[in-house]
């Protein structure tokens, strides 16, 4: 499948003049340490420029269709081009099935760090868009597959962070501030995973996990938003 990549062109809807920039956009470092004889290098490079052109071409769209105040616009684009958002686009075009991967980040799939390789994936292919068919063609990919998710993130608040939210709505609404406690703490220090809950007064409110308290907690905050109806 990896060899024939007229598929993965299909999916992401452009046709490559030069192949070997669209394979090399897929190519992680990690392959590189078992097959050091592989033609081509990693796609950092790649994804160093994908990463430009994405942030120019969702920054000139912001400029052109909305007036709102440059911290806004900036929030706006920070949500639009994260990891999580880039590397569920980078699933659902299909570009993990692509990948080329050392073995043991193979079998590591729904971690953290597929989920940034999947991120940085996507904005290598979009470097290789750029260099293959020029400006207008990736601006053409950006708007169609990433830019038209903004209105979601609009719609939703997704651009305010969720423990900010949740404190200016309990705030606001019930006039007490969030408490946040951690549940439960397992793993070793370097693969710790933790659940936090959120708490109003005494009532708990609802809980989060994730691999950072931080992260749990911003989990909780964003689950205590949906319990409420906020």
Do not use: C
Not at 137 to 165: A, E, M, Q, R, W
């Amino acid at each position: 499948m990896k060899e024939d990549l007229t598929l993965l062109e299909k999916k992401l809807g452009v046709k490559f003049k030069n192949k070997e920039l669209l394979r090399k956009s897929v190519v992680h470092r990690s392959y590189l340490n078992e097959h050091p004889d592989f033609a081509l290098g990693h796609n950092e490079r790649l994804e160093f420029l994908g990463d430009a052109v994405l942030e120019l071409v969702v920054t000139v769209y912001l400029f052109n269709n909305f007036d709102n105040p440059e911290g806004e616009l900036t929030n706006w684009r920070a949500s639009l081009v994260n990891a999580k958002i880039l590397a569920s686009i980078a699933k659902d075009l299909g570009i993990e099935d692509f990948l080329y991967l050392s073995r043991g980040e193979s079998k590591d799939k729904d971690t953290k760090a597929r989920q940034y390789i999947l991120a940085n994936a996507i904005e290598a292919v979009i470097g290789a868009i750029y260099l293959d068919g020029g400006y207008e063609i990736v601006s053409g990919f950006i708007h169609h597959h990433i830019i038209i998710h903004l209105p979601t993130i609009l719609d939703n608040l997704l651009y305010i962070d969720p423990k900010s939210n949740f404190q200016e709505l309990a705030q606001e609404k019930v006039g007490v501030t969030p408490v946040y406690k951690v549940l439960k703490e397992i793993g070793p220090d370097h693969a710790k995973h933790f659940t936090v809950a959120v708490y109003l007064n005494k009532e708990e409110v609802a809980r989060g996990e994730g691999t950072s308290k931080q992260e749990a907690q911003t989990a909780a905050a964003g689950a205590g938003i949906k319990a409420k109806g906020w």
